[in-house]
């Protein structure tokens, strides 16, 4: 019945015949005409002819591309001489290229399902290590970024212990940890700030173009990187097949453990990254200074989840850092509550991002209101308006009869004939 | 379809059943019912009418609108417009009911709907309300006895008190049809909807359930039965009716009339002479060698499967029918011994069996064989990414191109590639896991249940591929519950019974009543006995004075003729039970 060819060789299907309808089986017939008799009676509704596949362009899917122009609208009329700037919306990227570092980073162990909270405590562990080894005790440059790096590794190995051998849950194993680094990151630094960075650590944050930290050039490769990584090798597919379901992928083959540790080990050494970008951008080190990352991160990682595919992604998340940093920067320009506006900003982000994914779940099983049924969806709207969903070849009045729902219609073809 | 209710044959059933009264209304009848989503019409005019004392089957295979009917019936979607449904003769509106109707209407559904983390006592009384002293408090012992009083009706004891997620399949089944039937007022008409209700029982708790529901039935009830298991619903039902892509082909059929293979034409929609092909083996070299493996049920093991041969694997719960595929490759875990692919050592994780050349298609197909969430082009190539990939990137559009060629040959339908595996149905899932695992290659195919929860048409095309891979040469390990299966199936079938080898049948001994016989441990001449086992050779090392000796455990080890559940145990307590049955026999 099917002519189609494989190369034994290579496993490649070199011909493969197309859909078409007289090629379906019998049970294809069978409930092809049924769906085509349902269309005619409701060819009304079908906007299946759009040319344009709409569903993209939802809100759904790119809602934060909207909310972006939206603050644009805003900031625009609010604060234009200063929105209008280049040096306003590239301060936004230099200062937040430390966070989409630490954002990516949480991404891997998102994906293969394991919560990472010490990332803040590894952030600030790291960058006081940095400080430390350069200003107290006098490390060269490498030697300390090393010192710090290495941090990271330990950090990652240690929750991936805890995580994959002791089986503790992530939520609690990581948790735990990231008070432990704090408790380090205190005692290092005596909990005093620490200041007076040679001039070649801190030119690591300095601009190289246009008015761009290094830091962002750093961010950007990263994320560049790991998009790869997650969306185009076969490492990416084992990380989303460990988070979806463990044990039915470790079933087929993929190494779940050491995904999970492997990813664990990917964010403290992106984070302890962060850390050391953290300090030589800033020039001083605290104890804290990891703290205010931790939220934001979640809020970036899990908004970007529900944009562009329904799983955690690198662009989503870059996007949602800088959407988000962008509506915060406009208000702060515009003298809002500069100092507590950014946390109300990304906390409603995560409550807004986990909210809606559950709220879309429910909306599938639960009741069709009208504004949730498909005809009165944009492309309904629009269709409405440049005729796609009209019948082809049909005079006003054809369509009109077509239009008017004729009841009888409904209720005889779920009629047996005898 | 007549206008008048149904009249049936009196005193002519030789299985003695309850003709039902013919003078009463239908308890339960349905005129018209339809149901549409978006590009698909799940149910199509359906009609069918349960008389009050009836035992109605409903058949068909997975997405014939079966589990849409009973999601109408109880009310969790809303039907098209123009649904014409009748309750003991008045028209009603399933989608508001009003509560003392939707109370006559009970329906277990295939998942149960019991919380896990609470107990039976309390899984009874979810519906109910509790019976409460003077202050409210509940009288738990009172609630407790009751419990127990219910179970025991199926001949079960398990522990009231103990949360409803420790129990055993067949004791969830049994809580949950129990709650589904107490208190249950029997002088007016109501239904008791069952849907797959014998999918996790054994044959005694089967009969124990069919008794029940006999007896719910001769009291006047309606009972709409629903099933797979075709000569279950032979057995039981008086009449049935067959949905076949939303459309009733046969409404109220008289079972007595029907035979299994009539019955199969019907839920089909064409003869099935070859839903079990003709079994023709030649047998080539082991390909699959275990030896003395155990596990958590299974204590030493020997089997060998042989190239392009079909081996069944029968045996009760607990005889470690359904651990033997999963230890076999790695999934749960397995001690001492060894398991040879081609004369090559395998570990027992399953990526080393999957380097070697074994494929498992698992029992718990939702939490074990696939990602629900995932897409079928990410579904099928996951086990073997490597010929897809160039360098390091992964080819997505080689692999679409296979997942969907894959799909087309295992007859996956609908055969789209984006579609999330949740959305197929039960045996679309089981060709899409199959067809995963046919694509690795695999020398050694491992089968477990694989045709649990499937319908009719799609077992035929897994039967025909499993078939074909063994045509090409590949070993076949398939471990079932279902008799039939593996009588039609398999070459050979290995009987387990506590934890190993019992008996093989082959050629002419291979009778589904012989194997079931065998599969109890109750043929007469041998009863008590395990036969054709090898004796059980343990290597003690002593440490003073440093000698290494094997003992052999004879295994003409009487048995209690009811095998005892076996619980789980490590690989020391399964050692020390061997010992301990060789040192009573000594004694």
Known sequence: MTQMRIDDRTGEVTHRPTLKKNKLTRRHRVVNERIERRKRIDSRFDTRRSPIKWKSFHPRNIGVVYLYALIWLVFMTWVPDTWFTWLTHRSVLNQNAILVVVAVGLLVPLSAGVFDLSIAGTISASAVMVSWGLVEVGWSMPVAIGAALLVGAIVGNLNGFLVVKIKIDSFIATLGMSSVLTAFAVWRSNNRSILGFPDGFKGLANQFAWGLNKTVLVAAVLAFGLWFVLEHTALGRYLFATGGAREAARLAGVQTDRYLWGSLVTSAMFSSLAGVMLAAQFGSTQAQSGAPYLLPAFAAAFLGSTQFKRRFNVWGAVLAVFVLQSGVKGLQLAGVGTTWIESLFFGVALIVAVGFSSFRKRVHGGQRRWWRREESGPEYFLGRLLGWGRVRGGTSEDNAKQWWFDPSDAEGHHIKPE | ?587
């Open chain 2, 1 to 587: 379809m007549d206008s008048t209710h149904g009249l049936i044959a009196e005193g002519s059933d030789p299985r003695g059943r309850v003709a039902p009264v013919i003078d009463r209304p239908p308890v339960l009848e349905v005129v018209s019912l339809s149901k549409t989503y978006p590009g698909q019409v799940a149910l199509d005019g359906a009609a069918l009418r349960v008389m009050p004392g009836e035992v109605h089957a409903l058949v068909g295979q997975n997405g014939s609108g079966k589990s849409t009917l009973i999601k109408l019936l109880g009310g969790y979607v809303k039907a098209d417009h123009g649904d014409d449904v009748r309750f003991g003769g008045e028209r009603i509106d399933l989608w508001a009911l009003d509560r003392d109707i939707r109370s006559r209407i009970r329906i277990v559904h295939q998942d149960l709907g019991l919380v896990p983390t609470l107990s039976t006592v309390e899984n009874l009384g979810l519906g109910r309300g509790f019976q409460s002293g003077p202050i409210g408090n509940i009288r738990w012992r009172e609630e407790v006895r009751r419990a127990q009083e219910l179970l025991l009706a199926f001949g079960l004891a398990p522990d009231v008190r103990q949360p409803v997620g420790t129990l055993s399949a067949a004791e969830r089944a049994a809580v949950a049809i129990m709650r589904a039937l107490q208190d249950w007022d029997s002088s007016r008409p109501g239904l008791l909807v069952l849907d797959e209700p014998t999918a996790s029982l054994n044959r005694g708790e089967v009969d124990a359930l069919f008794r029940e529901v006999r007896r719910v039935a001769a009291e006047g009830a309606g009972v709409l039965f629903v099933s797979h298991m075709i000569d279950e619903v032979l057995e039981l039902a008086d009449r049935v009716t067959v949905l076949r892509d939303g459309q009733v082909v046969a409404s109220g059929e008289p079972a007595a009339e029907l035979d299994e293979r009539r019955l199969v034409e019907l839920i089909v929609g064409r003869p099935v002479a070859d839903l079990y092909p003709e079994v023709d083996a030649a047998v080539g070299r082991p390909v699959l060698e275990l030896s003395m493996v155990f596990g958590i049920a299974l204590r030493g093991v020997n089997l060998k499967v042989h190239e392009g041969e079909i081996v069944g694997v029968a045996g009760l719960v607990g005889s470690g029918r359904e651990e033997i595929a999963g230890a076999v490759f790695g999934a749960t875990p397995r001690f001492m011994g060894k398991v040879l692919v081609d004369k090559r050592k395998v570990f027992a994780t399953p990526r080393d069996s999957i380097r070697a050349g074994m494929a498992l298609v698992p029992a718990d197909r939702k939490a074990l064989g696939l990602d629900t969430q995932e897409r079928l082009h990410q579904h099928i190539p996951l086990p073997r990414l490597g010929p897809l990939q160039r360098g390091l990137r992964l080819r997505h559009r080689a692999a679409r191109r296979e997942s969907a060629a894959w799909a087309e040959r295992l007859e996956v339908q609908p055969p789209l590639i984006e579609r999330r595996m949740e959305k197929f149905s039960g045996g679309n899932q089981q060709k899409a896991v199959l067809a995963r695992w046919l694509r690795t290659e695999p020398r050694v195919l491992l089968l477990d249940e694989p045709t649990q929860g499937v319908d009719v048409g799609a077992k035929a095309t897994i039967y025909g591929h499993v078939r074909d891979a063994a045509e090409r040469g590949v070993a076949v390990l398939v471990a079932s519950s279902d008799a039939e299966e593996l009588v039609h199936l398999c070459d050979r079938v290995l009987v387990f019974r506590s934890g190993s080898v019992a008996a093989e049948l082959r050629g002419s001994s291979l009778t589904e009543e012989r194997l079931i016989a065998e599969t109890l441990g109750a043929t007469s001449h041998r009863r008590n006995m395990r036969i054709g086992r090898e004796p059980i050779r343990v290597k003690v090392v002593r440490e003073n004075p440093p000698v290494e000796e094997v003992v052999e455990i004879p295994v003409e080890v009487a048995e209690p003729m009811v095998e005892p559940e076996v619980r789980p145990q490590g690989m020391l307590s399964s050692v020390v039970a061997a010992v301990r049955d060789w040192w009573r026999r000594l004694k």
